[in-house]
């Protein structure tokens, strides 16, 4: 009786040691806490090596702390004579600085004995019948840095008397849309195993070959519906001419996290300001991180809520983000808006103008700042001539005087000035 060769490997991602999250050194022995959870699990499953596809560090200059929890966590497996692959993240280093840099910190935990860094090379470990890839992050030229390092390997892809196994740090097209890497891409390559990270939520395959395990720890908010965090474990085993896989995750819990969006409608501010710290009260739980989104018209728009009194309001919790998305006059406040965006805001909204030409108002509006502040692309330019030019182009603008109307009459006026 032959007994069937299983390689177990262990699979954890963006540990993003360090990591500083609301300036609280709190989250950065969470990422500690949660690497040495994940590191143990896969202890405990009897791993016989562990890859990690990049971001081991949160930033390509880790603080002391960082690198002594790295250290700790990498010596946990080498205790236990697990080795441990890791690749390049964007957080790591990219490639150019560590190319000027001579290095970067893996470098290092390479040089200690803790890892086997893997660069954009194929590496082949001693009595185990693997074949590790790994490539660092090339963000959007991913795919033609892997097509490269398979060409010049070619021939150790072919030999399947090894699993050929991949490490990367790439979003694919199947996780985020338009990303990086297509999964199609990847899956014709015929790896065994593609181990994946910047991705920092589970994701696998429908064929199984690729896996993403998340991050360690939450990184973002928008990750905080799954509250508990996964490390993979992957079996591969010998069938005929191929390898046949099968992925295990395994769960564990790190700090709460409570996500929760108020929609208060037509309020006043001080209506709010109960209603939201009434709604911090009932969620705030132990050491949690909050996040309360309040959205709504407020009455009164030259009042606002006080966001840092309605967090005060929470006694329990370790840090708590109160977000005012409140919508002043019919404009929506947004945190991230350009100054184009809010003039097609102003005019869609509070003057009506058709969505067809809010474009058209904002690029009237801005040569007229330039040809006011007369740095405009043609110097003879005015606010005259604009108006003139972009009325054969505007429709509202249209200088037709037989319409009429309150708001056609109000910019007839205007114009009349002008001329
Ligand atoms: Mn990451």
Known sequence: ????????????????????????????????NAAR???QKLIDAEVQLVVIPGDIYN??????????????????????????????????????????????????LNDLGLVHYIN????????????????????????????DLIEQNHELLEDKSKANILLLHAYLDSMIEGEDLSEYELGIHNFDYVA????????????????????TEHTLSSDWDEPKRSAAVVELSKKGPSWHIVVNRLRYNVRPKIARILDLGLIDADHAMVTAKDTLRE???????????????????????DSREIANTATKALHVRVIDMFDFGGIAIKHDIS?????????????????????????????AKDALLGRGVDHGSTVEKLLQDYSNRIPSLSTDKTQSGGKRTSKRGSRGKAN
Request: glycine share 8%.
């Open 59 to 108: 930033d390509k200059r880790p603080y002391p702390i960082a690198q002594r929890h790295a250290m700790r966590i990498l010596q946990m497996f080498k205790e236990k004579d697990i080795p441990v692959y890791v690749t390049r993240g964007n957080h790591d280093a990219s490639y150019a600085w560590r190319e000027r840099q001579g290095g970067d910190s893996l470098d290092i």
């Open 339 to 367: 100054v184009d965006q809010v003039m097609a805001e102003v005019f869609k909204k509070q003057f009506n103008i058709d969505n067809s030409e809010t474009n058209l108002w904002v690029a009237l509006a801005l040569e």
């Open 37 to 39: 959870t994940a590191s």
């Open 283 to 305: 969620i705030d739980e132990d050491k949690a991180l909050i996040r309360l989104e309040l959205h709504g018209k407020l009455k009164d728009v030259s009042r606002s809520v």
């Open 120 to 147: 954009d090379t194929v590496v082949e470990p001693k009595n185990l019948n693997v074949r590790i890839w790994g490539l660092g992050y090339y963000g959007k030229a991913t795919g033609s840095k892997l097509v």
């Open 196 to 215: 994946i990270g910047h991705y920092h939520k589970w994701w696998v395959s429908g064929s199984k070959r690729i896996v993403c395990s998340g991050s």
């Open 1 to 32: 009786m032959s007994t069937q060769e299983v390689i177990k490997i262990g699979q954890m991602a963006d540990l993003h040691l360090g990591f500083r999250q609301y300036g609280l050194f709190e989250r950065v022995e969470d990422f500690w």
